[in-house]
């Protein structure tokens, strides 16, 4: 992985960050000795770009990105400052006090001020950075330590000892809260103003122009793909001689002590526990980006030729609705992909009502690289499927989408001939109100050979949906014995090595599938599924209660299902103008997603 | 507009004599009422009460983005006979315009205010206590006066707040006032200030009891016989700060005796800073007064002009009883009738800051009215108006 870091721009375009720094700088309150505005009256980032160290990657994705760096500066910048400054201590002195108790001189606290001018140079900067980039929330850059190394002041008064001296020791005082403080909030400024669609102007398409320190990651994965890679995150076979990084770097840089703490999260997550493991600067989020959504559709929406609200209706319900659907989708795609006739004819009657086409949709589309996963591996998801079984009276097929990838892949083509219908449940949870949609799917799948899950939901419980999946390069690079709750089977690379070669035929069929894969009736059958579906939900919800429920959660549940039948219900009797209500929700849903910092 | 507890303060100080205008501290006081005014800012409420002659009691309500508020109290040892409800109250005791300086009064003899009763001193000395909590600062304000002797008065002000250093502040005034001269020893808690003002005022002598001022030949060519020069000068100095300041003046302003329009002239200079400033103020006519000022600097040539005005509006005089009051003879109306329906006050500077103030009764209230203007702002011209409503009973 490279980071595109272009210096030369930051250098040409520093009046915006000029104005910004002038603005800031009056923004806070001045200490009484300075009566007029602070000026930037030069700022020159000079030709030496700071030095930047990559120490750690916590989250990586398009859209998002959070690492820490190691920077060091020793660049030739500079930073002229003018202002006016009251030569009268008194004055000074008296304009601080209260006039109650101010001994009120006639005119012995007139002022005289005096216009001062600061040049700030040789900077020499050192510290470590925390960087925090999300599409919708722009970049977050914080110092960890106080990164002002040294710095030389020098000043109108240079010739009297005692101001020059003052005058840095106040300087450096106040460039430490500047970079502590104000610089995190003036990249923030600038980058919402470059990210955020309101602010979006034509001039603002390169991105990390006129950010201060032009610490701004260019994102690896927004730009084109480095490697070609198929649906599975395999890198395509032809495609060796335009590889820039291996993927296998990638995999590197995520974090064992991360991997295992977001493992605690999704185990925490997965029960009705309230724990939380401790994760210093996490955003939790709650769903993926609305922008992710749109980007997900851009495949399938331009050859669809269909209106917009059509391609969103399709986002939200089918494809990433929830953060088992989305499961879905990466599981999806390995069988698709490595059976590709079979799968188009054995599942299209089911898969057509499903609305789950986007992920077919999306072949090659390369966040399938560096997805992680989190689920639990059909081994050690024995326990599970356990407790799956006590609720299996009303529900067999309760498993959901989020049967791994890994498990296709070991099921085999006998799965997909086995047109036993399974009905896949999942509730798009925004995690502030629990009640937002319901959706539910179908699925041809092999009931027998699923394992049975009992997915968390079910339940309707809020979630911290995951986007961001198994990968199957993951299990092959991935020596380490880290206990996390990837499920990868051994079986699973070598199988999906051996689909490779079918891949260019698979192709176009996806296309075809999309178009047929909306049309109305497919929304009515899903709602009626729904509808059956929903008393195994209750009852599968009152039978999980028996193995680990209390009271509260109980009580919780009821109030849960009552609430999915009502708007099932509510729903249904909508059914006519469901699309476009549904296409609204969608985009109402599709704001930025709180997130929780921990 | 003074506010109820300033106006209590100066009847406690007219009450026991103390010419407050004899004093360095207020040798520009007319340029200042009429440059300086107060511009109310959003809404506020004063309602006060004088509930006995030595008690009395005020609440303060504004409302400036958040709302705030001040609960007073005062206590004067001397009892007070004023006008005390906003009904009565003359605008012209609590509007600050143009101000008239009287004749130097002869300093009391200390046994004028000695009362002996069988055999032993029962008099007190004047003494009055203040006091303001404001909410929700919680801001303690604390005054105490005292007339020690009748050439002197402590004055000390408290402030308690949290936000300030060492939680506080208190500042001790000590005033001298011989008639002729007169001295101020300050000290301040508050980084240790130490002050110390003068003023001296040339030519007549109130304490030379044969010189009357009307009857006597001037004793040195700027002796003028219907006005006064007075010189003064301040200096301050902190020994924590080791800071300090300086400044002298001169002021000239006509008596009561002068027969053509009252004027006043200062000239203030800070010879460390290098500040001049020179007022000129005349009361142009019964209902207005005008005046100006200029700041130089010697050292930065930074300068300022600000020029200002007062317009007083009286009632008219209604028409069945104009021919009667022109037969009264002069002197018998003595009682003088609060004829004023309300004062203007505008203040214009060099810089296109004007402010203007109106100050009325309407019914039983004392109503002010106040807004500052920014010419040079030409989008947010308009800078703050505000209201200020007092009843007082």
Request: aromatic share 8%; proline share 7%.
């Amino acid at each position: 992985m490279a980071f595109n870091f272009n210096w030369s721009p930051l250098i040409a375009d520093t009046d915006r960050v000029r104005d910004m720094l002038t603005s800031s700088l009056n923004k806070s309150p001045k200490p009484p000795i300075i009566v007029d505005d602070i000026i930037v009256n030069e700022l020159n980032l000079g030709s030496t770009p700071p030095e930047l160290e990559i120490l750690e990657i916590g989250d990586l994705a398009e859209d998002r990105f959070r690492g820490i760096f190691k920077m060091s500066y020793t660049g030739d910048a500079y930073l002229t400052l003018k202002t006016r400054v009251q030569a009268n201590p008194l004055n000074t002195y008296l304009s601080t006090k209260p006039s109650f108790a101010s001994p009120q001189p006639l005119a012995a606290s007139s002022g005289l001020t005096i216009p001062l001018q600061i040049t700030l140079s040789d900077i020499r900067l050192s510290g470590f950075v925390i960087l925090v980039f999300s599409k919708q929330k722009g970049i977050t850059l914080v110092f960890r330590n106080d990164p002002l190394e040294s710095l030389k002041v020098s000043s109108t008064f240079d010739s009297i000892p005692f101001v020059r001296d003052y005058l840095q020791k106040t300087i450096e005082s106040q460039l430490r809260v500047l970079f502590m403080e104000d610089l995190p909030a003036i990249i923030h400024r600038l980058s919402l103003r470059m990210f955020s669609p309101e602010y979006q102007t034509a001039e603002n398409q390169e991105r990390s122009k006129a950010v201060a320190d032009g610490e701004v990651p260019v994102d690896p994965f927004a730009g084109p793909a480095q490697q070609p890679v198929d649906s599975a995150g395999m890198p395509l076979d032809g495609s060796a001689p335009f590889t820039l990084d291996a993927p296998t770097e990638t995999y590197a840089s995520f974090s064992q002590k991360n991997l295992l703490r977001l493992a605690t999260l999704t185990e925490s997550q997965r029960t009705l526990s309230l724990f939380t493991p401790g994760m210093r600067d996490t955003v939790y989020r709650a769903w993926a980006s609305a922008a992710d959504r749109e980007v997900a559709n851009d495949a399938s929406t331009p050859m669809l030729s269909r209106p917009p609200t059509l391609s969103r209706i399709q986002s939200t319900l089918g494809s990433q609705s929830g953060w088992s659907s989305a499961a879905s989708q990466t599981s999806d795609v390995p069988s698709t992909a490595t059976r590709p006739s079979l799968a188009s004819f054995a599942s299209a009657p089911t898969v057509y009502s499903l609305s789950s086409g986007a992920p077919r949709t999306r072949p090659g589309r390369k966040r399938k690289n560096r997805v992680v996963n989190l689920r639990k591996d059909k081994g050690d998801g024995k326990d599970v499927s356990e407790t799956a079984s006590v609720s299996s009276s009303g529900y067999t097929a309760s498993a959901s989408g989020s049967a791994g990838p890994s498990v296709e892949a070991a099921t085999g083509p006998s799965s997909l001939s086995n047109t036993q219908i399974l009905r896949e449940g999942e509730i798009n949870t925004p995690p502030r109100s629990p009640k937002k949609k319901v959706g539910f799917q179908q699925q041809s799948v092999d009931d027998s050979a699923r394992p049975q899950r009992n997915d968390s939901t079910i339940r309707g419980r809020p979630v911290t949906p995951q986007t961001r999946h198994s990968s199957h390069m993951q299990a092959a690079d991935d020596n380490d014995d880290t206990p996390r709750a990837s499920m990868i089977l051994p079986e699973k690379p070598t199988e999906v090595e051996e689909k490779r070669p079918r891949r260019p035929q698979r192709q176009p069929l996806p296309r075809m599938q999309t178009l047929q894969e909306r049309p109305r009736p497919a929304q009515l059958n899903r709602s009626s599924s729904s509808e059956v579906s929903l008393q195994n939900l209750a009852t599968s919800a009152f039978a999980g209660e028996g193995s680990n429920g209390g009271i509260l959660e109980q009580a919780w549940m009821m109030k849960m299902a009552t609430e999915i039948a009502k708007r099932v219900s509510d729903e249904k009797g909508k059914q006519q103008a469901w699309r476009p209500a549904e296409g609204n929700e969608g985009f109402d849903g599709g704001e930025a997603p709180p997130a929780y910092v921990s | 507009m003074l506010e109820f507890m300033d106006y209590v303060q100066t009847a406690f100080l007219a009450q026991s004599r103390w010419n407050i205008d004899n004093s360095y501290a207020s040798l520009t006081t007319t340029a200042h009422h009429l440059l300086d005014f107060h511009i109310p800012q959003g809404l506020r409420l004063h309602v006060s009460s004088l509930s006995s002659p030595r008690f009395a009691t005020s609440y303060t309500l504004g409302s400036r983005g958040v709302v705030d508020g001040s609960l007073s109290f005062l206590y004067s040892s001397a009892g007070l006979s004023i006008a005390s409800t906003s009904r009565s109250v003359h605008l012209e005791s609590v509007v600050r315009g143009y101000r008239h300086l009287q004749e130097l009064q002869r300093p009391d003899e200390r046994h004028w205010n000695e009362i002996w009763h069988a055999g032993r001193r029962v008099d007190r000395k004047d003494a009055l206590l203040y006091g303001r909590l404001y909410l929700p600062t919680s801001t303690l304000e604390a005054l105490y006066l005292r007339r020690i002797s009748p050439t002197r008065l402590l004055r000390l002000n408290c402030v308690s707040d949290g936000a300030l250093p060492n939680g506080g502040s208190v500042l001790a005034l000590l005033q001298n006032d011989y008639g002729k001269y007169s001295t101020e020893y300050l000290y301040s808690t508050d980084s240790a200030l130490l002050g110390l003002r003068g003023l001296y005022n040339f030519g007549y002598d109130p304490r030379v009891p044969y010189h009357q001022p009307s009857a006597r030949l001037p004793a040195h060519p700027w002796d003028h016989q219907s006005g006064r020069l007075s010189a003064g000068a301040e200096a301050y100095f902190s020994p924590v700060n080791k800071s300090g300041g300086v400044s002298c003046g001169l002021r000239f302003t006509t008596l009561p005796t002068h027969t053509g329009f009252p004027y006043t002239m200062t000239l203030t200079v800070n010879p460390l800073m290098g500040n001049l400033s020179s007022t000129y103020a005349v009361k142009a006519g019964r209902n207005l007064a005008l005046c100006s000022r200029f700041d130089f600097n010697v050292y930065s040539y930074e300068s300022d002009v600000v020029v200002g005005m007062e317009l007083w509006q009286r009632k008219q005089a209604s028409v069945d009883v104009a021919w009667a009051s022109k037969l009264v003879r002069p002197g018998w109306s003595k009682v003088v009738e609060d004829d004023v329906n309300g004062v203007l006050k505008a203040q214009m500077d060099n810089n296109g800051k004007v402010g203007l103030l109106w100050e009325c009764r309407i019914k039983e209230l004392l109503v002010s009215l106040g807004a500052a203007f920014d010419l040079k702002k030409r989008e947010r011209m308009l800078g703050s108006v505000g209201v200020e409503v007092s009843y007082s009973s």
